[in-house]
């Protein structure tokens, strides 16, 4: 055991008036498993990067053992998994390398075939098998359930619970529960840890949230009645310091040192008052400051004039006479929030792009109206460039709208000025969710839309699907989201 010490951390990119880390202090225990999570564009990436002595920064971090990245970079994807392997680790020792792979369940063969044959789920637990057989390293794991199904992400997080020395990024809220003992969360304005996984954090999260609401509401009438008790007291000492020109009613002459006592101490009481009132302010601007931009979203679904929207009857899909699906039967209804579940490779793409008529080889019966609106929403985002205002005007989306559900998503207003080209993963997602939650649609048509999405943007978008009950076909992996989302999970 040893510790990584970070302290006085500031950080801010070259030509930017922001900083991301201001004054940061923690200290995190190598022998930890340590959940790594917070909005997209917080710093997350960034943070390991430092850790990585990639950029220049001000302050101090310690560490006595050298840090491993994840996901690696491989160069020639063409050659054999053996070479790529032996390419990143070239001292690794190949029964350790077996024993690992034995455990995320991939037969030795793969090793013995070219690196861009295997599955994206093969190359992640590949890539994993050959970041933990290196030792005396501290692990920086980025986002190693994008593309992983369902299955695959249970196998990944039950092997990542029998370790430990690793920080992991991740958005999936069992996939940390799993696997986790500490939070590392970068939230609006701090960075801090707790013990636990993330059920835990985002519980006392939730808890110290609705405690600085409450006092926020507190203070606010508190200063709200002392600013007006403060308005009648100088009112008062204004008065009666008024009168000590005039005379007593009965004609006898004013005791100006005896109403001059009075007005001073109502001045002095006057003062006390704005001091508490002051105190109060401060205190109140202390709270707050990590509450996140969490409202809710709105959207309103066209309605159709039939219950049933989509049927398929015995479909089966070719790719090059290859079936990529088999006697498939589905009906969608209206108010119905389906979830296409099922291993990578089993058709689930193949079936949302026959709905949304790609041509595609097929047999059996595809029914569905040619009024039918869907909005459709890929696993691609290399298409996304230029400007937002541009973006909405060329799909004929309300502007005002679009960028509201991205401000309610956590977009800066600095975002909205800069090329799309520029965002992050997470960020050119909530674009294409925006865009989708802003078209007036029949039926919404999700392919995997939570890759890289925070954590709160994700259950944003699910009591938002929840609260409007849109006609929705979705293919997704993050557990928690189906299984709260869906009235109905059909598994291929």
Known sequence: MS??????????????????FENVNFQIDTDWKLGFTGRNGRGKTTFLNLLLGKYE??????????????????EHKENNTIDVIEDLFPDYVQWKLIRELSLLKVSEDVLYRPFDSLSNGEQTKVLL????????????????????????????????????????????????????????????????????????????????????????????????????????????????????????????????????HKAAKMMKRSKAIEQRQQSAIDEKSKLLKNIENADSLEISQLAYHKKQLVQLEHVSIFYDEKKVC????????????????????????SIIKLICGEELNYTGTLRKDHQLQISYVSQDTSHLQGKLSDYAAHHGIDESLFKSILRKLD?????????????????KKKVLIAQSLSEKVHLHIWDEPLNFIDVISRIQIEELLLEYAPTILFVEHDKEFCENVATKIIEL
């Open 129 to 260: 098998a050959t970041l933990f057989i290196k030792e005396n390293r501290f692990l920086l794991i980025d986002e190693p359930t994008n593309h992983l199904d369902m299955h695959a992400r249970k196998l990944v997080s039950d092997y990542l619970k029998t370790k430990s020395g690793f920080i992991l990024v991740s958005h999936d809220r069992s996939f940390l529960d799993n696997c986790v003992d500490h939070i590392l969360s970068i939230n609006k304005t701090s960075i801090e840890i707790q013990k636990g996984n993330f059920s835990s954090w985002w519980e006392n999260k939730k808890r110290q949230d609705q405690f600085e609401l409450a006092e926020n509401e507190k203070l606010r009438k508190d200063i709200k009645r002392l600013s007006d008790s403060a308005k009648r007291t100088s009112n008062w000492s204004h008065e009666v310091e008024k009168t000590k020109n005039g005379t007593r009613n009965s004609g006898s002459k004013v005791d100006k040192g005896y109403i001059g």
């Open 326 to 349: 088999t006697d498939i039967n589905l009906m969608i209804e209206q108010g119905e929030r389906i979830a296409l579940s099922g291993q990578n490779g089993s058709g689930k793409s």
């Open 57 to 74: 920064y001000s302050g101090h971090i310690a560490a006595h053992v050298g840090f491993e990245y994840f996901p690696f970079q491989v």
């Open 411 to 427: 977009f800066s207003r600095v975002q909205f000025e800069k090329d799309m080209s520029t965002f992050s993963g997470g960020q």
């Open 3 to 20: 510790l990584i010490s970070v302290t006085n951390l500031t950080f801010a990119y070259e030509g930017s008036y922001d900083n991301i």
